[in-house]
C-alpha cells in the first residue's frame, strides 16, 4: 500500500479514538448530568477540560516528536489517552470526570498533533490534499458512530462504556504504529523553551478558565474576571519572550507567513462556532424535545455523515475553484447551517431536521479540508513541526471558546426569561455562534486570488495584456 495512503490511515486510528469520544461524550452529557446530580450546562466543563489540557500541552509535542522520535511520542500518546479513558469510566463525581479528562487531553496532546507531523513529513506537498483525505475519512467515521452508538449505550446500557470501547482501538493504534510509523526525528536539537512553557501554559489555562467559568456560579466574579486579566497578561509576557529567543514553544514567527496567518485565523472564527454545535444540539434535542440519547444520537451523527460525503469531493472542488474563492463562499454556507437548529421546534419533521444537520456537515468538513491543507502550503519544511503545534493550540482555544459561548447565551437566556431551559433557549445560542462563523471572511478575504496553487492544482486564467497594461 501507498505510504500517503497507509501512514494516514494508521493515524486515523488515533483520530478515530478521539474524535468518537468527543462525539460519544456530548450525547451522554444529560444522563451524566442526571447521574451526578449536576446542572447539564456545568458538565461543559468535561468538554473545556479536555479543551484546556490540549491548548497547555500541545506546545511541547513538537519538541518530543523532534527530540524523543515521532513514532515513541505517538505510542506513548496512544498509552496515555486510553489510561485517562479507562479512569473516565470509573469517575463517579464531576471533579473526578474533569481530572480524568485532563489525563486524555495529555495523550490527546500528543497524539493529534505528531500523527499530522508525521503525514506532513512523509508526504509529498502534490500529494498532500489527497493524504489528508485519507486521514479524515477513517477519524470521521468517530463522529459518524459517536452520536448513535452513544445513545444506545447510554439509553440501554451506562453512560461509562462509552469511555471503555476506547480500549481496543487504542490497542490497535499501538500495534499499527509500532510496526510502520517510520522513527522521524527533528532536523536538529533545540533547549526546551521552559520559561515559554509556563508562560504560555500558565496564560491559556487562566484564558480558558475564566472564559469557561464566565457567567456561572462555579467561582466568584472576581476570581473569573481575575483568571482572565491573568491569562492575558502572561500571553502578552511570552508574545515578547518568543520575539527573543532562537526557538520559542510557539513560534509567532510563522504568522510573518500570509497564506498561514489569514488561513488560520478564518478557520480559527469558524471553528469558534462549529464548537458550540456538539455541545448545544445533543442537550437541544434531549432537553428541549424529550429525546432519548439513542434518538438524538441517530439524529445529531447527520454532521459527520455529510462530511465524511465531502471528503472525496473536496480535491475536485479545489481544483475548479481555488482556495480562495472555495473558502469565502463556503464561510457563508457553513455559517447558515449552524444557524439552522434555531428554526427547529416539535413540529419540525425528523427528516428535514437530518437533511439540514447534513448539509451543515457537508459544508463545514469542506472549510476545514481546504483551510487545514491551505495553512501549510507556504510554510518550510523545518518549520512544519512548530506550524502544526501552533496551529492545534488555535484549534482548541477556538472550540474551547465556542462551547464556552453557547453555554454562556443558555445561561443568559435563562437569566432574562426567568424560565428553566427548554426548547425556547436554545435558538439565540444558534444565531450567535453561527454570526461568529460568519465572520471568518474577514480574515480569508485577504487571500491572495491564486493561494495555494500547488496543492489544490487550480490555475488563475491568464489576464489579457490589455489588463495588464491598465495594472502597470
Not at 469520544?21 to 479536555?50: E, Q
Not at 487504542?170 to 509500532?178: D, H, N, P, Y
Not at 472576581?222 to 500571553?235: A, C, E, F, P, Y
Amino acid at each position: 500500500m501507498p505510504t500517503r495512503i497507509l501512514l494516514p490511515l494508521i493515524v486515523a486510528c488515533a483520530l478515530f479514538m478521539e474524535n468518537l469520544d468527543s462525539t460519544v461524550l456530548s450525547t451522554a452529557l444529560p444522563s451524566i448530568a442526571a447521574d451526578f446530580g449536576a446542572n447539564p450546562i456545568h458538565l461543559k466543563l468535561a468538554l473545556t477540560s479536555y479543551l484546556l489540557s490540549l491548548a497547555v500541552f500541545i506546545p511541547t509535542s513538537g519538541w518530543l516528536a523532534d527530540r524523543y522520535g515521532a513514532r515513541t511520542i505517538f505510542r506513548l500518546a496512544i498509552i496515555t489517552f486510553t489510561a485517562g479513558s479507562i479512569a473516565c469510566g470509573f469517575s463517579n463525581s464531576m471533579v473526578e470526570l474533569i481530572l480524568a479528562r485532563i489525563l486524555q487531553g495529555l495523550g490527546g496532546a500528543m497524539m493529534v498533533p505528531v500523527g499530522r507531523l508525521v503525514i506532513l513529513r512523509s508526504v509529498p506537498k502534490h500529494e498532500l490534499i489527497g493524504s489528508m483525505a485519507w486521514l479524515s475519512m477513517p477519524a470521521l467515521l468517530g463522529p459518524v458512530m459517536g452520536p448513535p452508538l452513544g445513545g444506545f449505550i447510554v439509553t440501554y446500557f451506562h453512560w461509562r462504556w462509552i469511555f471503555w470501547i476506547n480500549i481496543p482501538v487504542g490497542i490497535l493504534g499501538f500495534v499499527l504504529a509500532s510496526l510502520y510509523i517510520p522513527a522521524i526525528y527533528g532536523d536538529r536539537r533545540v533547549p526546551f523553551d521552559t520559561s515559554g512553557f509556563f508562560l504560555s501554559a500558565i496564560g491559556l489555562s487562566a484564558l480558558v478558565t475564566g472564559s469557561t467559568t464566565l457567567g456561572m456560579d462555579l467561582l466568584p466574579p472576581t476570581v473569573t474576571w481575575s483568571l482572565l486579566t491573568i491569562g492575558l497578561l502572561l500571553i502578552v509576557l511570552y508574545i515578547r519572550h518568543s520575539r527573543r529567543i532562537e526557538a520559542p514553544i510557539l513560534d509567532l514567527s510563522l504568522f510573518k507567513i500570509p497564506t498561514f496567518r489569514y488561513a488560520l485565523a478564518g478557520a480559527s472564527l469558524f471553528r469558534i462556532g462549529v464548537g458550540a454545535i456538539p455541545f448545544l444540539l445533543p442537550l437541544f434535542l434531549q432537553l428541549g424535545f424529550g429525546m432519548t440519547p439513542f434518538h438524538s444520537g441517530l439524529i445529531t451523527f447527520a454532521s459527520a455523515a455529510g462530511a465524511l460525503f465531502m471528503k472525496a469531493l473536496a480535491p475536485p472542488i479545489l481544483r475548479r475553484f481555488g482556495f480562495r474563492q472555495t473558502l469565502l463562499v463556503n464561510s457563508f454556507l457553513g455559517a447558515i447551517f449552524i444557524a439552522m437548529p434555531a428554526v427547529f421546534s416539535a413540529d419540525t419533521p425528523v427528516v428535514l431536521m437530518f437533511a439540514l444537520i447534513l448539509g451543515g456537515g457537508f459544508f463545514r468538513s469542506l472549510q476545514f479540508t481546504a483551510v487545514s491543507a491551505l495553512s501549510f502550503a507556504d510554510v518550510p519544511l523545518e518549520k512544519m513541526s512548530r506550524a502544526t503545534t501552533l496551529t492545534s493550540v488555535c484549534q482548541q482555544i477556538a472550540l474551547s471558546l465556542g462551547v464556552s459561548l453557547g453555554a454562556m447565551s443558555l445561561e443568559a437566556t435563562m437569566h432574562f426569561t426567568g424560565e428553566a431551559l427548554g426548547a425556547d433557549s436554545f435558538w439565540p445560542a444558534f444565531l450567535l455562534v453561527s454570526t461568529v462563523a460568519i465572520t471568518s471572511v474577514l480574515p480569508l478575504i485577504k487571500l491572495p486570488a491564486g493561494a495555494g496553487q500547488e496543492m489544490s492544482g487550480h490555475r488563475q486564467l491568464a489576464p489579457d495584456p490589455v489588463t495588464i497594461m491598465r495594472e502597470r
